[in-house]
T-cell receptor
C-alpha cells in the first residue's frame, strides 16, 4: 500500500539553485495536487492537475512549474530557489472533488 | 471565490472537556464538498470526514461529531471528552465541483489538550 510517495523527505538548497520534488501515486487517481505549508500556517495550493497532460495554477504558483506526463507522476520544479520557498511541500491525489485527497509524507525544503 | 475560514488559530482545553472547532466557507457554487483533516505532531495529514452540499445531516463518529449548516455556511467539528491524543492541527477544506475539483484549505486550528 504505497499510496502517495514523495521524494526527497528533506533537502537544503542554496539560493538560486533548482530542484525537482518527485511525487508518484499508485491509486490510479486522475487528480493530483501540490501544496506548501509554511511554519504554523495552513496549506496553500501551488498547482493541480485533473489528468495526464492537464495542469493549472493554484493560489501560489509563482516560482514553480509542474508537468503531468503520466497518471502516476506529478513532479514539482523549483527554478531559482529563494528563501521564501522554505516550506514543507505536500503532494496529494484524489479520485476527484467528491472524494478525499490522500497525502504524501511531505518534503521539508530549506533554502539558505 | 472559494474561501475557507478557521477563525480559531489556537485552542487549549483540559482533557475530558468538549471542544468545537469552527469552519466557515464561501462559494458561489451549489455543488461542493467539505472535508476535515487532522495533522498530528508527526506531520502527516489524516482524513477525518467528507460531506457534500446536499447532505445537511449531522454525523457522529465516536467522540467526533460534525455540524453542517448551509444557512450559515458552516461546518463545525466537535470533539467530546477530549483526550491528549487529540492534540493536533485540524484543517477544514472545500472542493467546488464546478471549479475543477481543486481542494482549498483553511489555515487550520491548533488544538492543545492539556492533561
Amino acid at each position: 500500500n504505497a499510496g502517495v510517495t514523495q521524494t526527497p523527505k528533506f533537502r537544503i538548497l542554496k539560493i538560486g539553485q533548482s530542484m525537482t520534488l518527485q511525487c508518484t501515486q499508485d491509486m490510479n487517481h486522475n487528480y493530483m495536487y501540490w501544496y506548501r505549508q509554511d511554519p504554523g500556517m495552513g496549506l496553500k495550493l501551488i498547482y493541480y492537475s485533473v489528468g495526464a497532460g492537464i495542469t493549472d495554477k493554484g493560489e501560489v504558483p509563482n516560482g514553480y512549474n509542474v508537468s503531468r506526463s503520466t497518471t502516476e507522476d506529478f513532479p514539482l520544479r523549483l527554478e531559482l530557489a529563494a528563501p521564501s520557498q522554505t516550506s514543507v511541500y505536500f503532494c496529494a491525489s484524489s479520485g476527484g472533488g467528491r472524494t478525499e485527497a490522500f497525502f504524501g509524507q511531505g518534503t521539508r525544503l530549506t533554502v539558505v | 471565490a472559494q474561501k475557507v475560514t478557521q477563525a480559531q488559530t489556537e485552542i487549549s482545553v483540559v482533557e475530558k472537556e468538549d471542544v468545537t472547532l469552527d469552519c466557515v466557507y464561501e462559494t458561489r457554487d451549489t455543488t461542493y464538498y467539505l472535508f476535515w483533516y487532522k495533522q498530528p505532531p508527526s506531520g502527516e495529514l489524516v482524513f477525518l470526514i467528507r460531506r457534500n452540499s446536499f447532505d445537511e445531516q449531522n454525523e457522529i463518529s465516536g467522540r467526533y461529531s460534525w455540524n453542517f449548516q448551509k444557512s450559515t455556511s458552516s461546518f463545525n467539528f466537535t470533539i467530546t471528552a477530549s483526550q491528549v491524543v487529540d492534540s493536533a492541527v485540524y484543517f477544514c477544506a472545500l472542493s467546488d465541483l464546478d471549479r475543477d475539483d481543486k481542494i482549498i484549505f483553511g489555515k487550520g486550528t491548533r488544538l492543545h489538550i492539556l492533561p
